[in-house]
């Protein structure tokens, strides 16, 4: 079982930054593939970055659309913890944002079902 406990959340102004960490317990945290997803209010859940095991020490990260050139996901493998580093934050960026882990490669990392353990999740709020 893995347990992941998010944090970094708040109240920041359209165009500032904010940078969320994920705290996973496990001892093979290294082969784990790791995802953000976020839900607005009164919308699905969406895909957001991952960063996806690929044997050894190789690592390949992915975003979604929505975030690409503003997000950067990174993973500090000593410290079992995965960072979201959100940058030039929007109103439409609000959402609670949730960590995700699958145990070794995972092709579906843009999926909720690619996932096996979840957080609990962390509020974002940018005003305008």
């Known amino acids: 079982q893995v347990q992941l406990v998010e944090s970094g959340g708040g109240l920041v102004q359209a165009g500032g930054s904010l940078r969320l960490s994920c705290a996973a317990s496990?001892?093979?945290?290294?082969?784990?593939?790791m995802g953000w997803f976020r839900q607005a209010p009164g919308k699905e859940r969406e895909f957001a970055a991952a960063?996806?095991?690929?044997?050894?020490?190789?690592?390949?990260?992915y975003y979604g659309d929505s975030v690409k050139g503003r997000f950067t996901i990174s993973r500090d493998n000593a410290k079992n913890t995965v960072y979201l580093q959100m940058n030039s934050l929007k109103p439409e960026d609000t959402a609670v944002y949730y960590c995700?882990?699958?145990?070794?490669?995972?092709?579906?990392?843009?999926?909720?079902?690619?996932?096996?353990?979840w957080g609990q999740g962390t509020q974002v709020t940018v005003s305008s």
């Open positions: 960063i996806v095991w690929n044997g050894g020490s190789t690592y390949y990260t």
């Open positions: 496990g001892r093979t945290f290294s082969r784990y593939t």
């Open positions: 995700a882990a699958s145990t070794g490669y995972n092709a579906n990392y843009y999926r909720e079902s690619g996932y096996d353990y």
